[in-house]
């Protein structure tokens, strides 16, 4: 059984950091992308950034690059998604969500979601 769960949410500054974990089972990172996704309130859910199993691409929003990193632990069957300098605007709830092989910027291409984390920056 294929499950996700999100990890690592909470409320921060603007200008800190915080590190979301996303938590696999039932499957393997070597086969499947995983992608991170927002939905602040009000607003349609976006893709964040992604990263993808054979080749190992990397893709991130405009708004986060240069903020964000995201990597992976295959032999914990986690995904990290390290975010820093982080702005009022970073808020939200956080997923991942994972589809096969490659990353895809088609949020209905994934097909297991996690329940979200929520990230608060304020002050």
């Known amino acids: 059984q294929v499950q996700l769960v999100e990890s690592g949410g909470g409320l921060v500054q603007p200008g800190g950091s915080l590190r979301l974990s996303c938590a696999a089972s039932?499957?393997?990172?070597?086969?499947?992308?995983i992608g991170w996704f927002r939905q602040a309130p009000g607003k349609e859910r976006e893709g964040v950034s992604c990263?993808?199993?054979?080749?190992?691409?990397?893709y991130y929003t405009d708004s986060v690059k240069g903020r964000f990193t995201v990597s992976r632990d295959n032999a914990k069957i986690t995904v990290y998604l390290q975010m820093t300098d982080l702005k009022p605007e970073d808020t939200a709830v956080y997923y991942c969500?994972?589809?096969?092989?490659?990353?895809?910027?088609?949020?209905?291409?994934?097909?297991?979601w996690g329940q979200g984390t929520q990230v608060t920056v304020s002050s």
């Open positions: 990263i993808s199993s054979r080749d190992g691409r990397i």
């Open positions: 969500a994972t589809r096969g092989y490659y990353c895809s910027d088609r949020r209905v291409s994934y097909d297991y």
């Open positions: 039932g499957f393997s990172l070597e086969d499947y992308a």
